[in-house]
T-cell receptor, first 110, second 116 residues
Framework: EDQVTQSPEALRLQEGESSSLNCSYTVSGLRGLFWYRQDPGKGPEFLFT???AGEEKEKERLKATLTKKESFLHITAPKPEDSATYLCAVVNSGNTPLVFGKGTRLSVIA | GAVVSQHPSRVICKSGTSVKIECRSLDFQATTMFWYRQFPKQSLMLMAT?????????EQGVEKDKFLINHASLTLSTLTVTSAHPEDSSFYIC????????????FGPGTRLLVL
């Protein structure tokens, strides 16, 4: 059974304090690993798709990396507007629906 | 990026009535659509998967006669909550996956349902 575990559950940062969120996964043939951002009362917003170990993608202050067992979402010099829940999910080779982790609630304090 | 819309964004109804929620992919054709439910401070729970023109596949524990899903076109899916009760109050989110081979799911903004 495909599984995704995210840590930490919650993270509080000062503005400008860089950090990383972790996503560990087990999947029967990884087709893709996804990062989403979800604000309260809204649907998840797509950030990145990673397909193979060693791949990296960047968007503004966010950088996602992938190994064979885990993915990291690095946040550089975060701002208060980066506060949200960040969700990690995987799709297996059967292209079944996303399997989500429980998310990391990030709070960035000015 | 791909855009998915939902309507309505929030709805309040009386117990025993039915509520329909629409999900549309605005700039791509969605061969597969998904419906999720989310309780406060919890992750998304998949309710069902629907492929255009086919019957929906429901997850274990989801009543297919209560949550009716129709995916009649490549850009529209509907979820009807029949005979709604207060315990059906939740945040419902749809997502859509583009054509053959596509694996990225794009999500709608969600619908807040409150059953009185």
């Amino acid at each position: 059974e495909d599984q995704v575990t995210q840590s930490p559950e919650a993270l509080r940062l000062q503005e400008g304090e860089s950090s990383s969120l972790n996503c560990s996964y087990t999947v029967s043939g990884l087709r893709g690993l996804f990062w989403y951002r979800q604000d309260p009362g809204k649907g998840p917003e797509f950030l990145f798709t990673l397909y193979s170990a060693g791949e990296e993608k960047e968007k503004e202050r966010l950088k996602a990396t992938l190994t064979k067992k885990e993915s990291f979402l690095h946040i550089t010099a975060p701002k208060p507007e980066d506060s949200a829940t960040y969700l990690c999910a995987v799709v297996n080779s059967g292209n079944t629906p996303l399997v989500f982790g429980k998310g990391t609630r990030l709070s960035v304090i000015a | 990026g791909a855009v998915v819309s939902q309507h309505p964004s929030r709805v309040i109804c009386k117990s025993g009535t039915s509520v329909k929620i629409e999900c549309r992919s605005l700039d791509f054709q969605a061969t597969t659509m998904f419906w999720y439910r989310q309780f406060p401070k919890q992750s998304l729970m998949l309710m069902a998967t629907s492929n255009e023109g086919s019957k929906a596949t429901y997850e274990q524990g989801v009543e297919k006669d209560k949550f009716l899903i129709n995916h009649a076109s490549l850009t529209l899916s509907t979820l009807t909550v029949t005979s709604a009760h207060p315990e059906d109050s939740s945040f419902y989110i749809c997502s859509a996956r583009a054509g053959v081979g596509g694996e990225t799911q794009y999500f709608g903004p969600g619908t807040r349902l409150l059953v009185l």
